[in-house]
């Protein structure tokens, strides 16, 4: 079992800056992929950024330029800096974890989510 606690949502004028972190806990081998995803009410989750714990990194996007992921690995924990936020970043995000299991399978977990609201 691996638990994902997000922080860092809020309410912030457009232009302005937000660092959601997410840290993972519990029974995990070895955590390959931390990433963030986001849902907007009436649309569907969609990839916001993600890093494998090689270091390379993958951005929707609508966030290149603006959003960077970075990530803890000896504090399993990643980090979302969203800078130049627009109306259009409002969404719940979600933390999602992907490893290894001891048992050698594979393991997903995804965090309860946390609101960002973009006022314009």
């Known amino acids: 079992q691996v638990q994902v606690v997000e922080s860092g949502g809020g309410l912030v004028q457009a232009g302005g800056s937000l660092r959601l972190s997410c840290a993972a806990s519990g029974s995990i081998f070895r955590i390959n992929t931390m990433g963030w995803y986001r849902q907007a009410p009436g649309k569907q989750r969609e990839l916001v950024a993600r890093i494998i714990s090689g270091g390379p990194t993958d951005y929707a996007d609508s966030v290149k330029g603006r959003f960077t992921i970075s990530r803890d690995n000896a504090k399993n924990t990643v980090y979302l800096q969203m800078n130049s936020l627009k109306p259009e970043d409002t969404a719940v995000y979600y933390c999602?974890?992907?490893?290894?299991?001891?048992?050698?399978?594979?393991?997903?977990?995804w965090g309860q989510g946390t609101q960002v609201t973009v006022s314009s």
């Open positions: 999602n974890v992907r490893g290894t299991g001891w048992d050698t399978k594979d393991v997903e977990s």
